[in-house]
């Protein structure tokens, strides 16, 4: 059987390298350097939380997002709707991280990443990588290499922290140019990454100005960050000023429009435990005149229900749906914090507002649950 298994491998790799070498391994023949993946490139091994670099700075570009789909032995598309890699961004980004790609949430197997940049007025403009594997599992047998680690070109020698130092607390951290959420996105930092601080917003923010990888300096907010280390000698920053931004060109809601609807919830175990992955079942429905102009994204968060602190988020996908339709959004959660506390589930649809939706006020859900305590210490 293991024989069989990496034979099988083998093989898939062979034709996946020969199709690269014949159409481009499904890249456009000529993708809008505007709108394009740059990384990762097609015919390559994924695992964990994986930075998606590129380019989304269209003309009235109102979001971009990222999206996946699995692929059959053949290499073609299975006949399911694509998976939300990332929820809906308008930031624009030039030639930075257009996101990160959690690929734990996805069984291991062969894939094609997708990016669609939505335009006010147009068509959307979308470039797709593959095939790509996913393997956060290998087999026993199998002694693979370990894939390169692409980072940006380091400006200036990498030091080690000796001061103050800034841990990301949260599963995915913007970056940003300034002391706001008004500032521009550098980069996203996953879960545990550890940076210098070097300073202190003057402005009475708290937000912290911190040393990234590649020598450059931004600001991280203090609920999205752990602080290690004595900080009261840091200097006080004045943070630069807040850039112009494009007003965003409203979507007109036509009067006959979809009407998307937040269904029922369902836990599949009912009672979550502890560190154990459980799917929580959101049904979505269109419930409008007319059907939905695009897929939709929908998105999770876990909190704990004394606080309101976030334990968990996550995300998950619709198709286009027709008048009446509801689907059944499937979306794996795996909580380790708070057990045998209440816990609760906030489900949104389309938070990004992508979608011209007749009535926004019933696209929320909200289920509470108590955390089973299971094996966790």
């Keep these: 059987m293991r024989q069989h298994l990496r034979v099988r491998w083998i093989v898939l790799l062979a034709l996946a390298v020969s199709l690269l070498l014949a159409t481009g391994a499904f890249a456009q023949d000529e993708p809008d350097p505007n709108a394009a993946i740059t990384w990762p490139p097609p015919v390559y091994l994924l695992r964990g939380a994986v930075e998606i670099r590129g380019s989304a700075n269209l003309p009235n570009m109102t979001n971009y997002f990222l999206e996946f789909r699995e692929l059959n032995d053949t290499l073609e598309a299975e006949d399911t709707p694509p998976i939300p890699a990332t929820l809906p961004r308008s930031t624009p980004v030039i030639d930075g991280v257009l996101g990160v790609w959690d690929t734990t949430l996805a069984t291991d197997g062969v894939y094609e990443l997708w ?46 922290p000796s001061g103050p130092t800034a841990t990301v607390a949260v599963a995915s951290a913007n970056v940003r140019t300034g002391d706001s959420t008004d500032y521009p996105v550098i980069t996203a930092l996953p ?110 968060v876990d909190s704990r229900a004394a606080d309101g602190s976030p334990q968990g988020t996550t995300i998950g996908g619709f198709p286009i749906l027709q008048p009446g339709q509801t689907f059944r959004v499937n979306m794996p959660l795996t909580i380790s914090t708070w057990y045998n506390e209440v816990h609760r589930i906030t489900l949104t649809i389309d938070a990004g507002f992508s979608i011209p939706d007749r009535d926004r006020s019933n696209n929320t859900r909200t289920v509470e649950y108590t955390l089973q305590k299971g094996g966790c210490p």
Excluded at 120 to 141: D, K, M, Q, T
Excluded at 221 to 235: C, E, F, K, Q, W
Aim: charged share 10%; net charge neutral; aromatic share 4%.
């Design 191 to 300: 879960l545990d990454t550890v940076l210098p601080v070097i300073g202190i917003s003057n402005r009475g923010t708290r937000w912290y100005q911190v040393r990234l990888p590649d020598g450059r300096a931004g600001w991280a907010a203090p609920s999205v960050v752990r602080i290690s280390g004595d900080t009261s000698g840091l200097p006080l920053v004045q943070p630069p000023p807040i850039p112009a931004t494009r007003t965003p060109t409203p979507v007109p809601t036509p009067a006959t429009s979809a009407d998307l609807v937040a269904g029922i919830v369902v836990l599949d175990p009912a009672t979550p435990t502890c560190q154990q992955t459980f799917t929580v079942g959101f049904d979505v429905a269109n419930l409008g005149s007319a059907p939905t102009t695009v897929s939709g994204v929908v998105s999770l």
């Design 115 to 160: 990016l669609t940049a939505n335009v006010s007025g147009g068509e959307a403009v979308r470039h797709r990588v593959g095939p790509l594997r996913i393997e956060n599992n290998p087999p026993p047998f199998a002694v693979l290499p370990t894939p390169p680690v692409i980072a940006p070109v380091v400006t200036q020698e990498p030091v080690a």
